[in-house]
């Protein structure tokens, strides 16, 4: 009788013993299924942020051609510079098409311009050798065409800040630069009395930090 129940014991030892193997079975499989579900919705995840950090690199790129396109596009769009001919006529004479130096802005100013980096070296105020041809164009016009005009000597810089000069601001170096031109045109003939210079440093922009920089003598009546 003992034999028996120890014989029918042994049986349902291992029959539980089957069924709970077969139970875990089923749910190490259960287990190992969600794993592989997240690895394939993790790959999705890092596809798709490679995509959007790519489509974020073309339009930041897009973005700076268009920037550079249209500050090309304003530098062409200011005024012409010293040598174009203003289409108005000189007071004293010289006819009816100027002498191509003078030239109208857009406030309708009668203004010689020259690019700063042509008559200045980086943070100098002395007159580059090329410069003073133009500066003696422009002396002369002065004398020729607007004898007893008022005139005023202005000078621009950039925002950049001064780093590399003894003058500490961009207003102060503007000042010793229009200062500098004034000079140099009264040595030429210009009444000393009918010129004067201002410095504006950054206050008075074009499209580009090299537009930017530059001397414009102005022909105020």
């Not at 079975?25 to 790519?54: F, H, I, P, Y």
């Not at 268009?66 to 289409?87: C, D, K, S, V």
């Not at 002065?142 to 925002?159: F, K, L, M, P």
Request: proline share 3%; aromatic share 4%; hydrophobic share 35%.
């Amino acid at each position: 009788m003992n034999s028996l129940l120890l014989r029918r014991g042994g049986m349902l030892l291992a029959v539980g013993v089957v069924g709970l193997s077969a139970l875990m079975g089923g749910c190490s499989g259960d287990n190992k299924s969600e794993v592989d579900l997240a690895t394939q919705e993790a790959q999705e995840l890092r596809e798709k942020n490679a995509a959007l950090e790519e489509a974020l690199r073309t339009r930041d790129q897009r973005l700076a051609e268009a920037e550079a396109a249209r500050q090309a596009a304003l530098a062409q769009q200011q005024p012409a510079p010293a040598g174009n001919t203003w289409g108005g006529s000189p007071r004293g004479g010289g006819g009816g098409g100027g002498d191509g130096v003078f030239t109208t802005d857009g406030g309708g100013r009668r203004v010689a311009e020259i690019k700063g980096d042509v008559v200045f070296a980086s943070g100098s105020v002395d007159i580059r050798p090329e410069a003073r041809r133009e500066l003696d164009k422009i002396a002369a016009s002065i004398s020729r065409n607007y004898s007893g005009a008022q005139v005023r000597v202005e000078g621009h810089t950039d925002s950049d800040p001064i780093r590399k000069s003894k003058w500490g601001t961009n207003d102060a170096l503007s000042q010793a630069r229009a200062d500098a031109v004034r000079r140099y045109l009264v040595q030429k003939g210009v009444d000393s009395g009918n010129i004067d210079a201002v410095g504006y440093g950054s206050s008075r922009p074009k499209g580009s930090k090299a537009t930017s920089r530059r001397v414009e003598v102005v022909i105020l009546n």
